[in-house]
């Protein structure tokens, strides 16, 4: 791949989904896009390029190329501190401040870039176990760019990789043996989920989403440039509800990309949340 070639289907990447390849990972971006090359039966990176740019078929090539450069390492009740943060102090909070009448129990969480599906998963197998939800209305929403991770979450048969960190209680309660090898999650769990294929740049489809009280998006910014990741981190802010929760991945923060949240230090992490009002004098950076 010449530095030219490199250069036109690095762009090209950037602006269909925010993911950014520097000069460094040239040889990453060479690699993995060399598959395509010999399926199509192509000499050159550049025909490469043409075609992702005129071809018909570009919308389906663009999508097989993500699920080539994108990483789906997960499993379920990953960064479990995190999650105790959300059990033990953000839900019985949503539950004091939204439970009191009757038609306002509802919650909706969403689980961007949901990758295989543990995640979202995990957080409905959270919310079950919750006694201040019982007769709640929960709904999970779970999206990636990947269509073959998403394949994979829908059918919710996993491994025991995905099991890494699971305590036994919730592998005996919600998922069943499958004969042919494998455990299924159990339908109680799959209802409250709802995956769907979404660009996370692609904000005017992120509003048709609706309103949620809480998103996790957890190790998927740090892919992106810093014009990627405000774009996605105000769209965040768009369709989150007031007073609602942001919750990143260890290593990621809003520092340098955003004031538009305020910083929470609970007991068990600390998280980020949209102010109660949105007269907030926050913005991007």
Request: proline share 2%; hydrophobic share 35%.
């Given at each position: 791949?010449?530095e030219?070639?490199?250069r ?8 269909h989904c ?5 000069d460094?990972?040239?040889?990453l971006?060479?690699k993995?896009?060399?598959?395509r090359l ?5 000499k050159?990176?550049?025909?490469y390029?043409?075609?992702?740019r ?6 389906q ?6 699920d ?12 479990e ?5 959300f059990?033990?102090?953000i ?11 009757e038609f306002n129990r509802?919650?909706r969480?969403w689980?961007?870039?949901?990758s295989t599906?543990?995640e979202?998963?995990t957080?409905a197998?959270?919310?079950l176990?919750m006694?201040?939800l ?10 990636d760019i990947s269509?073959r991770?998403l ?8 491994g025991?990789?995905a099991?890494?960190s ?8 919600y998922?069943?043996?499958?004969d042919e090898?494998?455990?299924r999650?159990?339908?109680?769990v799959?209802?409250?989920?709802t995956?769907?294929h ?5 904000s005017?489809r ?5 309103s949620?009280?809480?998103i996790f998006c957890?190790?998927?910014?740090i892919?992106?440039?810093?014009p990627a990741?405000k774009?996605?981190?105000e769209?965040?802010y768009q369709?989150?509800?007031d007073?609602?929760y942001l ?6 923060s809003?520092?340098n ?6 910083l ?5 992490d600390?998280?980020?949340?949209r ?9 991007l950076?």
């Open positions: 791949m010449s030219e070639e490199f036109l289907l690095r762009d090209l990447v950037y602006s925010g993911l950014w390849f520097d460094q990972n040239s040889y971006l060479e993995r896009l060399s598959r010999a399926v199509h039966q192509l050159t990176f550049r025909e390029y043409q075609l992702l005129f071809n018909r078929k570009r919308d090539e663009l999508e097989e190329i993500m080539l450069l994108t990483t789906n390492e997960t499993y379920f009740f990953r960064e501190y995190q999650l105790k943060a059990t033990d102090e839900v019985p909070e949503i539950c004091a401040a939204r439970g009191i009448k509802h919650i969480v689980s961007a870039g949901c599906g543990e979202p998963y957080i197998m959270l919310l176990e006694d201040c019982r007769g709640w209305s929960i709904e999970i929403v779970g999206t269509q991770v394949q994979h979450a829908r059918r919710g048969v996993y025991p990789s099991f890494r699971t305590d036994d209680y919730y592998k005996n309660k998922f069943t043996l499958q090898g494998g455990y999650i159990k339908d109680e799959r209802k409250l989920v995956i769907s979404l660009n996370l740049l692609d005017t992120m509003k048709m989403l609706g949620f009280d809480l957890r190790n998927v910014i892919y992106f440039d810093q990741k774009k996605v981190v769209s965040f369709v989150l509800r007073s609602g919750l990143l991945g260890h290593s990621e809003l520092m990309i955003t004031t538009l949240f305020n929470r230090h609970f007991k068990n600390m998280v980020y949340q102010p109660a009002t949105s007269s907030t004098t926050g913005g950076l």
